[in-house]
């Protein structure tokens, strides 16, 4: 009677499995083998090995693309966590505005990052917002074309990524704030343990596992960044703004270079699932320490 | 991530468990209560709300300049508004046929959605409740969906609905989004499901009830905290998405919202007047959903989170 019944069940599995498999599993293996192919998106493909591999290495264009988007995912992932620990850990101290402004600074998430981009393109041109904001606070000299030069474009386009993501690592924060336990906070209350003496030996390692799900969240949107270059600057000025999926995305449906484009969104998925499980291997470690 | 999703204790929730007794606030033990430490705290919270102001001011500015005509903001982009006028935004909502998009981006949204909770908690019960090896594996390979990247698939998948005729169709386009949020509304059903003692269906089973009753009629009932947590999450994401609609829907008259808005306005040639009212168009219906299932929002951000 329960062999039947699990028959059943896992006939529930089917529709699932079959759009799973169609529409992401066959198309990852298809998109591997092309990678290894001369094609160009038609009915003609000759397999060429790691050809496609071997010329990024020559190409300025990819490593520059790859070392754009650690750095940028480096940034995005350090300052914005940074932020939200800030912030949620001044909050919890003040259950009387946390609730207020834990939600108001969630607003920035709901915006598409389309819109976010139109947004903070007026507010880094050169005649803006924050260079009118410098100019009314008597900074002009501090006036810069935030998106135009090659050494700052990237970190405007990282700081746009930070403005809307603070607020989701805060809000992970302060879950995790609100979970712990009452007595452990009393008992270092009652040892006279405050400040940053009981954030550094009680709330610091009791927010580990928060910290790997921020981080890990925070490395792989970032690492998949698309719509703020592409918007903000199109990966200009002189390339300083490129990242892996923009090159995908110019290879594959731009360039007539189709194969090359996939090989690359191969190279984009490695370093997701090895930084990724790297970064997250090691702080789960970190939490079976403490 | 945990094996814990249920909508974790957040502010918005939970009244009765608030902050510690801190020193500084009302301790029996004598700890410090002092002029100094209140002036910290203080101080603390003022600074606080200025951090929060800063991460709000774009908003504020977006909407003032929303409502001011160009040649004003032009004279000065931070002065006060001469007079209010609600131009740009008609001249926006036409700009990027709003209307229509509005209309396919919502039709693409919801069908998306429906497809992902149905095939997906119908998927997690197996899962959940059979542990054997192939289960376990299965299980495995929609997780791995999670760290994948659309951009590693999205050039087979072009290649893919072309041979199936499905480019330039709202079909095509719900089933990537319907493959490519599986894995998320996977993981969240199964472990959902797992934490539900199983006592319940084996009575059920005993009496002679189906696979198929079970799920319907003691399951699914308990599966409503955590769907409207998973839709949250998954509406904002197909909402805001801009890659799959502008490579597989170049049918004008089938572009969603954000496809409209890149295509038709490029943010370093036009004034802030009319880039400003298009960015608060392509927010306003999702804010809406915000205000009504604001709970389910702050919950399913941080889910997961907390063991």
């Not at chain 2, 009319?274 to 915000?290: D, N, S």
Request: glycine letters at 6%; hydrophobic letters at 50%; aromatic letters at 10%.
């Amino acid at each position: 009677m329960f062999h039947r019944r699990r028959a059943t069940m896992a006939a529930f599995l089917l529709p699932a499995i079959v759009v799973y498999g169609v529409f992401m599993l066959y198309p990852l293996a298809r998109g591997v083998y092309l990678s290894m192919t001369d094609s160009l998106g038609g009915p003609i493909a000759n397999f060429v090995g790691t050809q496609q591999y071997r010329s990024m290495a020559d190409d300025p264009a990819v490593t520059d693309a790859l070392w754009h988007t650690v750095l940028y995912a480096a940034v995005v992932v350090v300052v914005q966590n940074g932020l939200g620990l800030l912030f949620a850990s001044m909050l919890f101290r003040r259950p009387g505005v946390r609730k207020v402004l834990s939600v108001v600074l969630l607003t920035p998430t709901l915006i598409s990052p389309v819109m976010a981009a139109f947004i903070w393109s007026y507010l880094f041109a050169p005649t803006g917002g924050i260079n009118a904001l410098l100019d009314l606070v008597g900074l002009h000299s501090l006036n810069h074309v935030w998106l135009g030069d090659t050494s700052t474009a990237l970190y405007s386009v990282a700081a746009v990524n930070i403005w809307m993501f603070t607020g989701y690592s805060c809000a992970i924060f302060l879950a995790s704030y609100m979970s712990m336990p009452t007595e452990l906070l009393e008992a270092a209350a009652l040892d006279g343990a405050s400040g940053w003496r009981r954030f550094v030996s009680i709330e610091w390692p009791l927010l580990a596992p928060a910290l790997t799900v921020n981080v890990t969240l925070s490395l792989i949107g970032s690492l998949k960044v698309f719509e703020f270059p592409l918007v903000l600057t199109n990966g200009g000025p002189a390339g300083a703004t490129d990242t892996l999926t923009l090159l995908v995305y110019r290879n594959v449906f731009g360039g007539g270079k189709f194969a090359y484009g996939v090989a690359l969104s191969v190279v984009l998925l490695v370093t997701v699932v090895v930084l990724s499980s790297a970064t997250s291997s090691l702080l789960r470690l970190r939490e079976r320490r403490i | 991530m945990t094996s814990d999703t249920t909508a974790p204790d957040v502010p918005s929730v939970s009244g009765t468990r608030s902050a510690t007794r801190l020193p500084g606030s009302r301790t029996t033990s004598g700890t410090s209560r002092t002029p100094l430490r209140r002036l910290t705290t203080g101080l603390g919270t003022v600074l606080l709300c200025l951090g929060t102001l800063l991460f709000v001011l774009p908003f504020v500015f977006t909407v003032v300049t929303s409502l001011r005509t160009a040649a004003d903001v032009a004279r000065s982009p931070l002065g006060v508004p001469h007079s209010l006028t609600l131009k740009n935004f008609s001249d926006a909502f036409s700009q990027i046929h709003y209307g229509s998009s509005t209309l396919n981006t919502l039709l693409i949204t919801s069908l998306s959605c429906v497809a992902v909770t149905v095939i997906g908690s119908l998927a997690a019960y197996p899962l959940a409740r059979i542990t054997q090896h192939w289960s376990t594996a299965v299980y495995r390979l929609f997780i791995l969906g999670t760290s994948v990247p659309v951009f590693v698939v999205v050039a087979p998948l072009y290649l893919l609905m072309r041979d199936l005729n499905l480019l330039d169709s709202y079909a095509g386009v719900v089933l990537i989004y319907t493959a490519l949020n599986l894995p998320v509304a996977v993981f969240f059903y199964t472990s959902f499901i797992r934490s539900i003692p199983a006592d319940l269906e084996e009575a059920a089973a005993l009496d002679g009830c189906g696979a198929f009753r079970t799920f319907f009629t003691i399951i699914l009932p308990l599966l409503r905290p955590v769907t409207s947590t998973l839709l949250t999450f998954i509406s904002l994401q197909i909402w805001n998405d801009l890659l799959v609609p502008l490579v597989f829907l170049q049918d004008p008259g089938k572009r969603t919202v954000m496809v409209n808005a890149y295509s038709f306005i490029d943010p370093h040639t036009v004034q802030p007047t009319t880039l400003f009212p298009a960015a608060l168009l392509g927010v306003v219906p999702l804010l809406i959903i915000f205000v009504f299932f604001q709970r389910q929002v702050v919950a399913g951000m941080s889910a997961g989170a907390v063991k």
